[in-house]
């Protein structure tokens, strides 16, 4: 907390919550994705304020996740991909990014596979297959 004295030679802004309606309407029209996207990315976000956790990394009003956070998943979201299992490994990979508690990984994860009605096999979140061509080690051969 700033000292008042420091507090003075500032302007301070408070701003209500966005409510989920406008939440899910400004992700459609500002990301320009699909409404039945932007709301179920609002159901999550709705469900991971609920739980508190014990690491400071969220300690804000809001547990796991914040209307910043719904934009960048969106517009990542928007640019490289397509489905409902591209949504929540996405989103699994911006949140559990700062976690380091397995267990509040875990919450992320259960969320997500609840409300988008996908199974995400975090063992394989880290592993892309490469196709012909694009091996990521050479025959030893060198351009």
């Not at 990301?31 to 300690?59: D, G, H, T």
């Not at 490994?89 to 997500?112: A, C, F, N, S």
């Amino acid at each position: 907390m700033l000292s008042r004295a420091f507090r003075n030679h500032f302007v301070e802004v408070h701003v209500d919550e966005i409510p989920e309606d406008k939440l899910s309407t400004i992700l459609d029209k500002r990301c320009k994705i699909s409404e039945s996207y932007a709301e179920k990315m609002v159901e999550v976000m709705k469900e991971l304020e609920l739980p508190r956790q014990n690491s400071k990394v969220f300690s804000g009003k809001h547990g796991f996740i914040i209307s910043r956070d719904l934009i960048r998943w969106a517009d990542h979201f928007r640019t490289f991909r397509n489905s409902y299992e591209d949504l929540a490994r996405d989103d699994y990979y911006l949140l559990t990014e700062r976690l380091r508690d397995e267990g509040e990984k875990k919450v992320v994860l259960i969320v997500l596979e609840k409300h988008l009605r996908v199974k995400l096999v975090r063992d394989n979140f880290y592993y892309q297959k490469l196709g012909a061509g694009n091996n990521v080690f050479s025959s030893g051969k060198h351009a």
